[in-house]
């Protein structure tokens, strides 16, 4: 007994040793820490901004307070259901939550359960970081003690979401509001109220931009928990469930800036669910003012958006939208991504391959060209840069459009399966894609077919100095070297004698691909993409409701272009595309490519006016020579009498020497020996003589094949036909 008392007596003094030892820990590590209230009301005055020349950058008003008074109850009820339940019974901390939390947490051996109240949120929020510590987490136990203690209940939640990130740099219910819904707070309805609840806790991962499924199923997952918790009624609840998702972001809301959307919807992404582990963030980027300006201050008459990227960094220099960064049906954009490059890449194709452009259906599909102009046999490259779309889709459709979309998907732009048909050529698919994705696909071709995704910051770093994040581009092998070459060389041509002439003016080498999509009532999308070895610009223009508008993707868009540009370079050029070994320019037959559309090497000995040229992959080049001078051969010539005279009409093949023998009575003599005529008469023959003629062709000295033409009977004249008598 006496044994048994002395166990007990030590095991209380090793718990009150313990206990003791941890308030001894508390108050030692909690000493300094002390309630806030001027970061309860912004929780964003601890993230700085920072352009490419690490200039500051003045934020515009990133958090627009909603007064509490005026929301509808259950605006703030909706989060109170999904993350607080029982927010106003307990005083900070929610024990049944706890213990639930730590149980699980020792059932599955990690800690990734957690018990935040409210209160607890906004002290995390505003006055701590998001790292899982013991220290940080008494610190917090203190904070919200405080919080409680000075605040009420409503107060508290007002704090709470005016203070909250809602993703796509929309901080506080108010901004929220206004960025997914376009309206004020004050007007949410239950279903808005719960979609917004369902983002707090990961704003990326259900953003209803990003994955609209999810957001749906969480958001009815909260307005469940509304109803069950008597925040609404089961027909307030029927009705909220069927109301859509919102399906456009408000372009003039969130950050107040477009770039700074971008950055913040960019830190949402590396820290989806958690702040980094410290709240006061320095946030560098590769916004360049100057630039910005000078996209934002365009005057077009209808919404347009701008992105500008660096090809070495893969870092967003601006980027402007007045729709947001919504997705649109990319028109003739599509062509160099899905079609031609891949058909190059495969050799199924070379610069020269000749493609007839005729009105031609396609199981049930028959796509049109721009005015319903057909030229018959065209080249590769002059479909492409005169953006000739019949062409593109039978390309597309000898590839396969499963190879094509295949390397679209390694260049970021994921296709649905609904999507995967021949139309996808010309841009027609159900969602499309936004201009940053497009201008990141493209920057592909300038980094000689290595494709990486690029991104507005290049690095993050703690109020001490530590770096928490650094960007460095990862590199996928899309194309080859010889195929982005010559892309290159392709798209080059549509600058100089293509859709994008507009460009033609400046003086260094500039790539660009326009696009121009529109529906039964006129142009609804206008694209100019351009690049050089340095950067890619990308601008699209259009209506936000789809109204149609007067411009093409040759004209408006490739207008902005070219000031961007004229900005861009007006102090140096930026450097020649690079070359590839793998790319050799081959001459071939002219004659034998314009008239039977077949591709022959030149003949060696073949006088240059008679080929042409264009550039092949090695191991792509032509594999038949032509021998039209070498051994020259020409057509059977027309024969024919006509007054006692024989006529002979060559073949129009006046690079060649003839030399045209006559037979008659066993004997031969050349009748005429020198350069091209059209007719060679004989006048020389004899009434009632049968003769038999050659052509023997001649270049350079060398003989041809001889070419023996059909006999000739000269008649007698005046005499009866052999077929007169009936």
Known sequence: MKKAAIIISS?????????????????????????????????????????????????????????????????????????????????????????????????????????????????????????????????????????????????????????????????????AASFYFQKTAETLTPAESATLAALVQS?????????????????????GLMKEQGYISASEYDKAVSEPLPLAPNAESASGSSYLSLVFEELSTLFPDEKPDDSTLKIYTYYEPELQKSIESYEVETDYSACVLDNLSHGVKAYYSSVGRVKRLPASLMKPLLVYAPALEINAISPATPVSD?????????????????????????????????????????????????????????????????????????????LPELAFAYSTFATMGNYSPSRTIRKIESAAGKTLYEWKPTFTRVFSEDTAALMN????????????????????????????????????????????????????????????????????????????????????????????????????DKEEYEKNHRILSADPTAPPITTLSELFRASAMPQEISTRFSRPTIQKPVISVKNGSVIIELCQTEYYDYVVKRKNNGKTVIIYEGKYRSKIVDNSVSAGGDYEYSVTPVYNGTEGETVILPSVHIQKQNSVPDDWWD
Not at 204 to 221: A, I, T
Not at 517 to 533: F, H, K, Q
């Open 11 to 175: 095991i209380l003094g090793a718990i009150s040793t313990i206990v003791l030892a941890l308030f001894i820990y508390y108050f030692s590590v909690t000493a300094n820490v002390r309630l806030n209230p001027d970061k309860l009301n912004d929780s964003v005055q601890n993230v700085s901004v920072f352009d490419v020349r690490g200039q500051e950058i003045d934020l515009p008003q990133l958090k627009k307070c909603a007064s509490f008074s005026a929301l509808p109850s259950y605006v703030p009820n909706a989060f109170v259901s999904v993350e607080d339940k029982r927010f106003y019974t307990h005083n900070g901390f929610d024990t049944k939550r706890i213990g639930k939390a730590v149980l699980r947490n020792i059932s599955s051996f990690s800690f990734r359960e957690g018990a935040s109240t409210i209160s607890q949120q906004l002290i995390k929020n505003t006055h701590l970081s998001g790292e899982k510590t013991l220290t940080r987490k008494l610190k917090e136990m203190k904070l919200t003690r405080a919080l409680e203690k000075r605040y009420s209940k409503e107060e508290i939640l007002s704090l709470y979401l005016n203070s909250i990130y809602f993703g796509h740099g929309a901080f506080g219910i108010e901004e």
């Open 489 to 588: 060389d392709m798209l080059q041509t549509t600058v100089q004698e293509g859709t994008a002439k507009k460009l033609r003016s400046l003086d260094f080498q500039i790539a660009a691909k326009t696009g121009t999509g529109a529906n039964s009532t006129g142009n609804i999308d206008a694209y100019t993409v351009s690049y050089t070895s340095e950067d890619v610009v990308a601008v699209w223009m259009g209506m936000r409701d789809n109204t149609p508008i007067k411009t093409t993707g040759g004209n408006g868009p490739a207008a902005l272009a070219l000031t961007l540009n004229r900005k861009l370079y007006k102090d140096h050029a930026p450097a020649n595309f690079p070359l590839s070994d793998g790319v050799i320019k081959v001459a071939f």
């Open 203 to 223: 704003p990326n991962r259900y953003s209803p931009f990003r994955d609209g499924e999810k957001c749906l199923k969480r958001r009815n997952f909260v307005l």
């Open 358 to 434: 005729e009105r031609t259906d396609f199981g049930g599909y028959s796509p049109r060209n721009f005015d319903d102009k057909y030229e018959g046999y065209v080249s590769a490259r002059y479909a492409l840069s005169h953006s000739v779309n019949v062409p593109a889709v039978k390309i597309l459709n000898v590839i396969g459009v499963d190879k094509g979309t295949e390397y679209l998907e390694k260049m970021g732009l994921s296709v649905e399966s609904e999507d995967k048909s021949l139309a996808l050529a010309l841009g027609g698919m159900k969602e499309g894609y936004d």
